[in-house]
């Protein structure tokens, strides 16, 4: 079993940065996508950013231009560079690795950002 641990979410005024970070149990970053979700009070979880086993990222239009994703496999650790964060970008990030098409196989607890005005 892998266990997924988020960390560095946290409060910041709109305009401002926050890098969240995703920590694996074990090496699995090198043979496995990863991936960021958030989920805002009331709405739907949705997708933020993917990274591939082979470095392919993808974003959702909503961040492209302010977040950046990557990972260093040698520390089996993700991260999530958030800039020029908006008040929209308030909600609980999760990050998710391997099989994320068919949902994910592993899923952190997740970790709570709140962007005010």
């Known amino acids: 079993q892998v266990q997924l641990v988020e960390s560095g979410g946290g409060s910041v005024q709109a305009g401002g940065s926050l890098k969240l970070s995703c920590a694996a149990s074990?090496?699995?970053?090198?043979?496995?996508?990863m991936g960021w979700y958030r989920q805002a009070p009331g709405k739907a979880r949705e997708v933020v950013s993917t990274?591939?086993?082979?470095?392919?990222?993808a974003y959702a239009d909503s961040v492209k231009g302010r977040f950046t994703i990557s990972r260093d496999n040698a520390k089996n650790t993700m991260y999530l560079q958030m800039n020029s964060l908006k008040t929209e970008d308030t909600a609980v990030y999760y990050c998710?690795?391997?099989?994320?098409?068919?949902?994910?196989?592993?899923w952190g607890q997740g970790t709570q950002v709140t962007v005010s005005s």
């Open positions: 998710a690795a391997c099989a994320l098409a068919s949902g994910g196989s592993y």
């Open positions: 990274i591939g086993h082979d470095d392919t990222t």
């Open positions: 074990r090496s699995i970053f090198s043979r496995c996508g």
